[in-house]
Structure formats: C-alpha cells, structure tokens
C-alpha cells in the first residue's frame, strides 16, 4: 500500500529555515503530482505547494518566494525547502500524492512545523 512518511518538522525562530522530506513507497513521486498542504490550529487544511511529473510546480500565495518544492527521483522523495520562516507558517504540514482525479489520493500523517521566538 502507498505510503508517505514527513519528516523534518520542528520549532524555529522566525526569519529561520526548514527542510522537510516526504519518503514515499509503493509509488512512484516522478509519475504522479506530488504536494505539500498544511494546517494550522483551528484554520481550514490549505495547499502550499505541488509539483507535477513534468516538474511544473504551483505555490500559495502566502509562501511564493520563500518555498520550494522539488523531487529527488533517486531517493523517491519530495522535499519541501521553507526559508524566511514566519509565525503564521506554524501548522501541521503534510505530503500527497495525486494518482486519479484532481485531489490528493494518499496524505501522510503530518508534520509539526512551529514558528516562534
């Protein structure tokens, strides 16, 4: 069965970077679109960022230019660079694979990424 497991996830100053990393099995992250969502406390599940199997890649507004999305096809995982971190960037993040149709198929189990001096 398909599996996404986050991790990088922790606390950090505002004006500070993460990496997370999504590692994927039974799926193939070159052949499908992969993402990243988030969701903060008490605030609806957004979508940060995809990448599609061409390598085009989409962000939100809010994390444009501070974000990046990208693939290791060697490693088969997604990765998520955050630089210029921000308090309203804390929530829990969460990697997807879209396989079928327009919405993400496979979620991972989340990772806490927390902004805060």
């Known amino acids: 069965q398909v599996q996404l497991v986050e991790s990088g996830g922790g606390l950090v100053q505002p004006g500070g970077s993460l990496r997370l990393s999504c590692a994927a099995s039974?799926?193939?992250?070159?052949?499908?679109?992969m993402g990243w969502y988030r969701q903060a406390p008490v605030k609806q599940r957004e979508l940060v960022a995809t990448i599609t199997s061409g390598g085009g890649t989409n962000y939100a507004d809010s994390v444009k230019g501070r974000f990046t999305i990208s693939r290791d096809n060697a490693k088969n995982t997604v990765n998520l660079q955050m630089i210029w971190l921000k308090p309203e960037d804390t929530a829990v993040y969460y990697c997807?694979?879209?396989?079928?149709?327009?919405?993400?198929?496979?979620w991972g189990q989340g990772t806490q990424v927390t902004v805060s001096s």
């Open positions: 997807t694979a879209t396989v079928i149709g327009a919405r993400p198929n496979y």
């Open positions: 039974e799926i193939i992250v070159s052949l499908y679109v």
